[in-house]
């Protein structure tokens, strides 16, 4: 079933959280292909050009500060949600961590994290020469390097550095102050683990950004489903031709109907479901100007589309009353979309002159 078919169309709030829930889950490469379809954008933008003065918040604390005009963007140049999800799954706050802790996917990738993290810090203790933490102004914030995914807790790194120079023995005393003092040199003939000087931690935190975005990307990948058929085809409206030849495009579209023949009530009901959903969708689309048809075509059209779901509806309300009833609700829906096929094909009535 088509993701875009769920979009909340009341109320702003729903509408965040739901796409929130979007970014931080598994089906979000879906939706964006469903969105591409619908709305082909011939033009590009980026997410921090939509966000605009919101940036920051929306790094801090989701999509809540965005308008619903910014929201209508989003959904407008849906490869901006791809942006986003890379974005705030690298740099964002503990907001955006806990969304992600709420979808499996986001669990996993957030423990293969903080396993890198942990051998980026144990990597880090052997070190030639400690690296100076930094405090910024005024304290660290919720979107301080130790917050974000992939940044080290400055003050874990000194605690482990004092650790194990601790465990080293007498020889290396080490007090509050010590934490930043240089290293003992070491002789050139002796084998450094660091022989550019520079700690090995630096570079194992891009592998650890690395490896967390590839897994990110992989768990995010949608599930297998059954490409879309019937009117929630995602490229339905990609069809380019005459007025007639796309509807009778969307006549071998609503064929589709006759690959798969339900042998019981619920696969019946699931199948008119999907349907009735398609029919929805088209309905929807055709509220905007299609190139492929006139207006006077495309006001027929949709009024066609809504009476054809009317009558789909009222086999699923039969099918789902009365079970037992199959074989008689199958028959009238096999009519019902024969008809609708049909009036595809011939078209609409000749205009008077």
Same mark, same amino acid.
């Given at each position: 079933?088509?993701?875009?078919?769920? !979009?909340? &169309?009341?109320? $702003?709030?729903e509408l965040v959280a739901w796409l929130e829930?979007? !970014?931080?889950?598994?089906?979000l490469r879906r939706l964006v292909g469903e969105?591409?379809?619908? $709305? *082909?954008? $011939? &033009?590009s933008r980026s997410v921090q050009e939509i966000c605009g003065a919101q940036w920051a918040d929306v790094m801090d604390g989701g999509l809540t500060s965005l308008s619903a005009a910014q929201i209508r963007e989003l959904l407008t140049f849906p490869q901006t949600l791809l942006q986003l999800q890379e974005q705030v799954f690298?740099?964002?706050?503990?907001?955006?961590?806990?969304r992600f802790g709420n979808s499996e996917a986001g669990r996993h990738a957030l423990l293969l994290a903080d396993?890198?993290?942990?051998? &980026?810090?144990?990597?880090? *203790? !052997?070190?030639?020469?400690?690296?100076?933490?930094?405090?910024?102004?005024?304290?660290?914030?919720?979107?301080s390097r130790s917050g974000k995914l992939f940044g080290g807790d400055s003050s874990s790194m000194s605690a482990a550095r004092r650790n194990e120079h601790k465990a080293s023995g007498p020889g290396l005393p080490v007090s509050p102050t010590d934490e930043h003092a240089p290293a003992p040199a070491v002789p050139r003939n002796q084998h450094s683990p660091t022989a550019t000087g520079r700690p090995i931690g630096r570079w194992?935190?891009?592998?650890?950004?690395?490896?967390?975005?590839l897994l990110l990307a992989f768990l995010l990948q949608p599930d297998p489903v059954p490409r879309g058929w019937g009117f929630n085809a995602p490229d339905l409206l990609a069809f380019q031709g005459t007025e007639q030849e796309f509807l009778n495009h969307l006549a071998d579209a609503?064929?589709?109907?006759?690959?798969?023949?339900p042998t019981n009530g619920e696969q019946l009901q699931t199948r008119l479901t999907q349907f009735s959903n398609g029919c929805g969708q088209l309905i929807r689309t055709l509220d905007e100007p299609l190139p492929q048809l006139t207006p006077?075509?495309?006001?027929? #059209?949709?009024?066609?589309? *809504?009476?054809?779901?009317?009558? #789909?509806?009222? $086999?699923?309300?039969?099918?789902?009353?009365?079970?037992?009833?199959?074989e008689r609700v199958r028959t009238a829906a096999d009519e019902t979309v024969r008809k609708l096929i049909q009036a595809l094909r011939t078209g609409p009535p000749a205009q008077p002159a």
């Open positions: 079933m088509s993701i875009s078919l769920n !979009i909340p &169309v009341e109320g $702003h709030s829930e979007q !970014i931080t889950g598994t089906q969105l591409l379809v619908i $709305h *082909r954008p $011939h &033009v690298v740099e964002g706050s503990s907001y955006w961590m806990q396993g890198i993290q942990q051998a &980026v810090l144990s990597a880090d *203790r !052997i070190t030639a020469a400690p690296t100076e933490s930094k405090t910024s102004p005024g304290g660290s914030s919720d979107r194992l935190v891009s592998l650890t950004a690395l490896a967390g975005m609503a064929s589709q109907w006759s690959n798969r023949t006077s075509t495309q006001t027929w #059209l949709q009024e066609k589309c *809504r009476s054809w779901k009317e009558k #789909l509806d009222g $086999h699923i309300a039969e099918i789902s009353a009365i079970p037992t009833d199959f």
